[in-house]
């Protein structure tokens, strides 16, 4: 058997034997269903709850750390009312791998993002995490935690270990729960998942509001900074 | 050597208009019926339109009353506050710009505010922060900033009264007795 060949049967395998810790209230089978296609479309109960949290707030400020869909930016704005901010990571990403080392990761993320702290009402990091490996994703989640007002709020999507290997996705936002995937032509590949517990630990100072479990073996978790959340054990 | 992405320009690339320049200034390429991008093109059908060649470098600042597009570079101010700007596919601007509608399909690093909308087209790129009721951006266009839809307050409004006489009462003591004698001090 040729070595590819071995990766992906032993792959598999881990895959089936539950390498990954499912989240709560995860069906068995849950983890091995493929990702969407060219365009599904999906139900967030995330964004449903992000929406709600924000909505009580007037004229929030949003930060959006994927690429730019426009669809998005006029949803949020008509239904927050908020200031939308617009922070390609991915493409900054993409770039800082091509002209720099992996190494210097950490310490860029951790200026790339200037804004003034706690003046941030809401994050949406979409699926950015599973792109940086964990000295990255600490250094990010340290910066976003620092932006975040009181009660602010993050969303974000992790991937478990069967997405590994795939490609970036754009999320484009249908309506309050629904969200369309479409994957994009990108350099980045995803790395393995994040436990749930290791994503509580990088975002330490953020609560644990809600989390989900897709039909695709993803994950949603809604953090808020402070306020009524589920404590984190 | 030619190299890939390089503009050619024309012989008499790097005509520098320099200070304050209203559109239809003569010199200017004022060009009139020039079509806007088709969803503005009914729009500016019965309109002159200024266009702003490809060779045209204008330092200052750029107002007018009358729709513009842009296709050379302008560093500086736009204002058309009444007026549709186009920022064509060769269009550069380094500039705060003003309008009722601004397309781009070029360049822009600076920030747009824009009373009606904003229209960020597939090749354009926005590199500043965004002010408008409307902003449309397309699949591959480039933002880097924010977008602020923000729906302005509106003025409360002032129930209109038949104009009364103005009656000044004079000033109450500090302290008034209550109805059953009791004092109830002021504020």
């Known amino acids: 058997m040729s070595s590819g060949g071995t990766v992906q049967s032993l792959r598999g395998l881990l895959s089936r034997l539950g390498s990954v810790r499912p989240a709560e209230g995860t069906r068995p089978d849950a983890g091995s269903r493929a990702e969407p296609k060219d365009g599904a479309i999906i139900t967030s109960k995330g964004l449903q709850q992000f929406l709600s949290h924000l909505g009580t707030r007037s004229a929030p400020i949003l930060l959006d750390l994927g690429p730019v869909v426009g669809s998005n930016i006029t949803f949020f704005g008509e239904q927050l009312n908020c200031k939308f901010m617009v922070e390609d990571l991915f493409a900054d990403l993409e770039r800082h791998l091509r002209e720099r080392s992996p190494e210097e990761l950490p310490a860029w993320l951790s200026k790339r993002l200037t804004l003034d702290a706690g003046t941030v009402d809401g994050v949406l990091l979409w699926d950015l995490y599973d792109y940086l490996d964990r000295p990255a994703a600490q250094a990010l989640a340290t910066a976003l935690v620092r932006l975040l007002r009181p009660d602010g709020a993050l969303l974000g999507f992790f991937g478990n270990a069967n997405h590994a290997g795939s490609g970036p996705t754009t999320f484009m936002v249908l309506d309050g729960s629904h969200v369309r995937q479409r994957p994009r032509a990108s350099v980045l590949v995803r790395r393995a998942s994040l436990q749930n517990r290791d994503i509580i630990k990088m975002f330490d100072g953020l609560r644990v509001s809600d989390a989900f479990l897709l039909q695709t073996g993803r994950r949603e978790m809604l953090f808020r900074k402070g306020g009524g959340g589920r404590p984190i054990t | ?187």
Do not use: C, Y
């Not at chain 2, 503009?7 to 320049?21: F, L, Q, Y």
């Open chain 2, 1 to 187: 050597m030619w190299r890939r992405g390089e503009v050619v320009r024309p012989p008499d690339s790097g005509r520098e208009v320099t200070g304050a320049v209203a559109p239809g200034t003569p010199g200017l390429a004022s060009v009139p019926r020039v079509h806007a991008p088709e969803t503005e093109a009914k729009r500016t059908m019965d309109k002159d339109v200024v266009n702003i060649g490809k060779s045209v470098v204008i330092k200052g600042e750029l107002s007018g009353s009358e729709d513009l597009v842009i296709e050379g570079t302008v560093d500086g101010k736009v204002e058309l506050s009444e007026h549709v700007l186009t920022v064509g596919s060769h269009g550069k601007l380094k500039a705060e710009v003003f309008a009722k509608i601004v397309i781009v399909l070029g360049e822009v690093v600076g920030n747009i505010t824009a009373s009606e909308k904003v229209d960020i087209r597939d090749s354009g790129s926005v590199d500043g922060d965004i002010v408008s009721p409307r902003v449309a951006i397309a699949e591959g266009a480039h933002l880097r900033g924010s977008v602020d839809m923000q729906k302005k307050p509106a003025a409360p409004v002032v129930p209109v009264q038949a104009a009364k006489p103005e009656v000044k009462l004079a000033p109450l003591p500090a302290a008034t007795p209550g109805p059953g004698g009791q004092r109830i001090a002021a504020g």
